[in-house]
């Protein structure tokens, strides 16, 4: 876009700014949705902007781009979610940094498949049926790996890494107990 061009669209827009934040604010009821709207409505149009002698009524086709804009805003999922009260636990951080790092070097030394069975069954807490699943393979398998990779993991840390080891990346809480029984 020439320099002349630019300058003429921030006139424009600047110009026209307040009358689309108030109609995009009639459109969806909500002043923060109408300053997006408005934003990418003046994306869309500054990305014409090069073509604007060929557009008739460039104000009718302004309020065309602000009114699809609105229009695709309104129908993102994202819109239909209620905000609450209550925040949602957080992870825990890890009481060891070193810890963490030492867990992270050790499943680093793992085999792929060893590495991704420890990570599904103890970080994302899957059951071993739905760890053979999200791997594609039997459970039989999914239980052979994390045999292996316990075995490893406990020679690499030492025998003094018990089920908090996981602790460094801040598992699900009931998955200590799953690393527990496996011992």
């Not at 408005?38 to 090069?50: D, E, I, R």
């Not at 963490?100 to 990570?119: C, D, H, I, N, S």
């Not at 791997?135 to 052979?144: A, D, E, I, Q």
């Amino acid at each position: 876009m020439r320099t002349g061009d630019l300058e003429e669209f921030r006139g424009f827009a600047e110009e026209r700014l307040v009358h689309l934040r108030r109609t995009a604010y009639l459109m969806c009821g909500d002043w923060h949705h109408a300053e997006d709207i408005t934003q990418t409505a003046l994306a869309k149009l500054y990305a014409v902007w090069g073509r604007r002698r060929q557009i008739r009524n460039l104000e009718a086709y302004t309020h065309r781009v602000l009114t699809r804009a609105c229009v695709d805003h309104m129908r993102r999922r994202w819109r239909r979610e209620q905000p609450s009260c209550v925040l949602p636990d957080s992870a825990e951080p890890c009481a060891d940094p070193a810890l963490g790092l030492q867990v992270r070097a050790a499943l680093a030394v793992l085999p792929p498949r060893q590495r991704t069975v420890v990570v599904l069954r103890y970080w994302a807490d899957l059951d071993i049926a739905a760890t053979a699943a999200a791997m594609g393979c039997s459970t039989g398998t999914v239980k052979s790996h994390a045999a292996r990779a316990l075995d490893r993991l406990r020679s690499l840390l030492g025998d003094d890494a018990d089920a908090d080891m996981f602790g460094a990346f801040a598992p699900p809480a009931d998955s200590s107990r799953k690393m527990v029984a496996l011992r």
